[in-house]
Nanobody
Framework: QVQLAESGGGLVQAGGSLRLSCVAS????????MGWFRQAPGKEREFIAT????????DYSDSVKGRFTISRDNAKNTVYLKMNSLKPEDTATYFC????????????????WGQGTQVTVSS
C-alpha cells in the first residue's frame, strides 16, 4: 500500500512558477511510475506528466510540454512537478498518482492517488 501527499500549491500570477511535491509513504516507491494529473472545476481529470520508476523517461501532455518538468528523488520518496510560465488555464487541483506500470498516461492505470493540491493562476 502506498499513501501519497501533495504540497506546494497556491496562488500565483500568470507567468510565475510553482513547484509541487508529492511524498510517498510505504515501501517500493522506486518500483512505481509516478504521474501528475489535474482537474479544473467542471472538467474531467486530465493527464499532465508521468515518469518511469527510475526517472529515466518522462512524458507530458501537449498543454504543458516545455513549461512543466516532472522529476523524482527515490531516496526521498518524492516526485516533483516544476511549473513555469503558468497561465490562468493551469488553474486546477493537481493530483499525484502511482502506478505499478513502467509509465502511463491513463488515469485508470494508476492504483494510488493523493488528495490533491490547489493551484490558482491569476491573470
Amino acid at each position: 500500500q502506498v499513501q501519497l501527499a501533495e504540497s506546494g500549491g497556491g496562488l500565483v500570477q500568470a507567468g510565475g512558477s510553482l513547484r509541487l511535491s508529492c511524498v510517498a509513504s510505504g515501501r517500493s516507491f522506486s518500483t512505481y511510475a509516478m504521474g501528475w494529473f489535474r482537474q479544473a472545476p467542471g472538467k474531467e481529470r486530465e493527464f499532465i506528466a508521468t515518469i518511469t520508476p527510475l526517472g529515466s523517461t518522462a512524458d507530458y501532455s501537449d498543454s504543458v510540454k516545455g513549461r512543466f518538468t516532472i522529476s523524482r528523488d527515490n531516496a526521498k520518496n518524492t516526485v516533483y512537478l516544476k511549473m513555469n510560465s503558468l497561465k490562468p488555464e493551469d488553474t486546477a487541483t493537481y493530483f499525484c498518482a502511482g502506478s505499478v506500470r513502467l509509465i502511463s498516461r491513463t488515469m485508470g492505470e494508476y492504483e494510488y492517488w493523493g488528495q490533491g493540491t490547489q493551484v490558482t493562476v491569476s491573470s
